[in-house]
């Protein structure tokens, strides 16, 4: 496909702001079926072929589902990049509205087009496991919430045959009904497709990756068909670090960004600190480093590309991870 026009997206639950490259033009539609036809009209009016189009986009979960179904529908092609690569890209910016960050996207695209990969239409299995995925997880954060105030209000006091006490425990125990009722699902869909469940049992031959984080990495990385490297799902979650040093006066310790995937890093935290547990390799790695004056928290994060990359290793070979083989991280 020969790509002669980028149109940046910037999306929002309720609205997309799109904005052409080349004459900077600008409409803001709904972000639904009447405002996607919106969409079509102005690229009519523009005189753009739509087969030669590219609309970039940041990732922005389950807000750009519908949008993107309809563009895979109306063959379009589309381009999710992260948000952090785009932020590195334009530099220091001033200003900040809707209209101002989909011309950034589209000018990223622009400079970027010839490395741009196409996002190809998803399984159903895999969209059906993104929204189950996301429900599954507002439910664990509802009954996490329900928890704490339980907790509270016992601590205050208040009688366990309160009715406070006991609607708390009923709604407590809804929430774990339902999230089992979700996770048995999602195991039903993994189960009957081999090439999911093949890659689901690989990440959990890593130790430190149990369900959750094997469940997440899939729907992630679209079952390891979106990032063509560990280093690109690395800056995606967060979890990459850069230098920050300018000639001789600036000597900046590296870091990691804080614009990430806050889901996937906090589950990489807790999949390295049960590494360093339980993993003899890690764990003597974990220590060797500390012990020689390096901090902790950045130990834990090199655990945690270290396992990024084992996840991307076993799915690429095919084969369980064996511990001290040489090449598993």
């Known amino acids: 496909?020969?790509?002669?026009?980028?149109?940046?997206?910037?999306?929002?639950?309720?609205?997309?702001?799109?904005v052409y490259h080349l004459s900077k033009s600008h409409i803001k539609i709904n972000n639904s079926t009447d405002g996607f036809n919106d969409l079509m009209r102005w690229l009519q009016k523009l005189n753009i072929d739509i087969s030669e189009a590219m609309i970039v986009m940041e990732h922005t979960g389950l807000y750009?589902?519908?949008?993107?179904?309809f563009l895979h529908q109306q063959q379009i092609a589309f381009c999710k990049v992260s948000a952090l690569e785009i932020k590195r890209?334009?530099?220091?910016?001033?200003?900040?509205?809707?209209?101002?960050?989909?011309?950034?996207?589209?000018?990223?695209g622009h400079?970027?087009?010839?490395r741009l990969i196409i996002n190809q239409p998803l399984s159903n299995d895999l969209k059906r496991l993104q929204v189950l995925h996301s429900t599954y997880q507002r439910l664990v954060r509802h009954r996490a919430a329900l928890i704490n105030?339980?907790?509270?209000?016992?601590?205050?006091?208040?009688?366990?045959?309160?009715?406070?006490?006991?609607?708390?425990?009923?709604?407590i125990k809804n929430f774990d009904k339902q999230i089992k009722k979700l996770m048995s699902e999602i195991q039903m869909i993994i189960n009957q497709q081999g090439a999911l469940k093949q890659n689901f049992l690989l990440l959990q031959s890593i130790k430190g990756v149990g369900k959750i984080l094997a469940l997440t990495v899939i729907i992630k990385t679209h079952n390891f068909t979106r990032f063509i490297s560990a280093r690109k799902f690395a800056c995606f979650c967060g979890t990459a670090p850069f230098d920050h040093s300018s000639g001789t006066s600036i000597r900046m310790k590296t870091r990691v960004s804080h614009l990430a995937d806050k889901q996937m890093k906090t589950l990489l935290d807790l999949s390295a600190k049960s590494?360093?547990?339980?993993?003899?390799?890690?764990?003597?790695?974990?220590?060797?480093?500390?012990?020689?004056?390096?901090?902790?928290?950045?130990?834990?994060?090199?655990?945690?590309?270290?396992?990024?990359?084992r996840m991307f290793a076993v799915i690429k070979?095919?084969?369980?991870?064996?511990?001290n083989y040489s090449q598993a991280a």
């Open 149 to 171: 105030a339980l907790k509270e209000y016992i601590y205050i006091g208040i009688a366990e045959r309160d009715l406070i006490i006991q609607t708390q425990r009923q709604l």
């Open 64 to 69: 750009s589902y519908r949008f993107e179904d």
């Open 1 to 18: 496909m020969k790509v002669q026009h980028i149109i940046g997206a910037d999306l929002s639950k309720r609205s997309i702001d799109l």
């Open 317 to 323: 070979r095919q084969t369980p991870f064996t511990e």
């Open 89 to 108: 890209s334009v530099g220091l910016v001033r200003g900040k509205t809707d209209r101002l960050d989909a011309a950034r996207i589209a000018g990223y």
């Open 275 to 309: 590494a360093i547990q339980y993993d003899k390799e890690l764990r003597e790695y974990y220590l060797n480093r500390t012990q020689n004056g390096k901090s902790k928290m950045s130990t834990i994060n090199v655990v945690r590309n270290k396992i990024l990359y």
């Open 111 to 114: 400079e970027k087009k010839a």
